[in-house]
């Protein structure tokens, strides 16, 4: 059993198109993130989320929207895709702050042309 | 503004020998910083925490030390093995709730 899974593992769209990233784990975490990691490797965060509530949201574009329906799931979801969009995402999952580390997912590759 | 810095050149050894990567950060004071471990086309896997507290840690060939006077983190790996061989990122963590990654060591172990 994965135990952060994220889909779709590849995205390939055009620009302007709205897409959809989903992200369940089964730890039992009460703490979800989403982290973006561009070419140069960096790894930014995102978005968190605690027991569905937005904890951090970093400065990203109002065209990145995160929904957590419950505290399994957190979804991410960007309108009115840029080329500069494209990138590795990585959603997460930890206990409360994160002291036993934090889970990754394997990743979703986006790539806007 | 905070920052971290990981030995941006890749850091190629021998196997058996002792890998170290250094992680500085400045204008942070983090309650703990953790390592992880990226292979190609995966997520990071934790690894350790330190916390600031603490010296030193150890968990099997790891070893990962927490200067927070000096700002910086030690990882090593002992007795090497190529199956060591990925991308080390270290993470502190600060009192705003953010795990904040560095840009990460490519690490390379040669038979």
């Known amino acids: 059993d994965t135990a952060v899974s994220q889909t779709p593992k590849y995205l390939v769209t055009q620009m302007g198109n709205d897409k959809s990233i989903k992200c369940e784990q089964n730890?039992?975490?009460?703490?979800m993130y989403w982290y973006k990691q561009d070419s140069k490797k960096f790894l930014k965060i995102m978005f968190s989320?605690?027991?569905?509530?937005?904890?951090i949201n970093e400065t990203v574009p109002n065209r990145f929207s995160p929904k957590s329906p419950d505290k399994a799931h957190l979804n991410l979801h960007i309108n009115s895709l840029e080329l500069g969009d494209s990138a590795v995402y990585f959603c997460?999952?930890?206990?409360?702050?994160?002291?036993?580390?934090?889970?990754f997912g394997s990743g979703t590759r986006l790539t806007v042309v | 503004s905070q920052k971290i810095e990981q030995n941006s050149e890749a850091l190629n050894i021998q196997e058996g020998k002792t890998a170290t990567l250094t992680c500085n950060y400045t204008?942070?004071?983090?309650?703990?910083l953790q390592w992880y471990r990226q292979d190609p086309g995966r997520g990071p896997v934790f690894l350790l925490l330190?916390?600031?507290?603490?010296k030193e840690k150890r968990k099997e060939r790891l070893k990962v030390t927490f200067d927070t006077t000096l700002k910086q983190s030690l990882f090593h790996i002992t007795a090497s093995q190529p199956a060591d061989s990925a991308t080390y990122l270290c993470?502190?963590?600060?009192?705003?709730?953010?795990?904040?990654f560095g840009q990460g060591t490519e690490l390379s172990v040669k038979p």
């Open positions: 730890l039992g975490h009460d703490t």
């Open positions: 993470a502190p963590y600060n009192q705003g709730g953010k795990l904040i």
């Open positions: 989320y605690n027991n569905k509530e937005l904890i």
């Open positions: 997460a999952s930890s206990q409360a702050e994160g002291a036993r580390g934090y889970t």
């Open positions: 204008n942070y004071s983090p309650a703990y």
């Open positions: 330190i916390r600031e507290n603490e």
